[in-house]
């Protein structure tokens, strides 16, 4: 049920500027988004919740001394419409 819906999700990002890395046993898919900005991953987080209504979870929130990654955490634990609205708003970053 959710590697059909974590399969879902990364095709329709496809097509974005985030880089998918692999993900299994999880809800969650992790992106690389060094090819659209340098802010922090904090920052970009809430930026994409307040500007584009999507939510993520940055990665270095779970580090004690976050390394310097770009990467975001997005849940695929959703249904088929919040999915693809989501990866709709995006492939336009």
């Known amino acids: 049920f959710y590697e059909a819906k974590r ?9 974005s500027r985030f880089e998918l890395t692999p993900s ?14 340098d ?23 779970f580090y004690e001394s976050p ?6 955490r997005f849940c695929f634990a959703k249904d088929a419409q919040t999915l693809e609205r989501g990866t709709e708003i995006l492939c336009g970053i």
Do not use: K
């Open 7 to 15: 399969d879902a999700f990364c095709e329709m990002l496809r097509p």
């Open 24 to 37: 299994a046993g999880t809800y969650f898919q992790l992106v690389d988004y060094s090819a659209i900005t």
């Open 39 to 61: 802010e922090a991953d904090t920052q970009l987080a809430r930026r994409l919740t307040r500007e584009a209504g999507v939510a993520s979870i940055p990665v270095s929130v």
């Open 67 to 72: 390394p310097d990654q770009h990467l975001l």
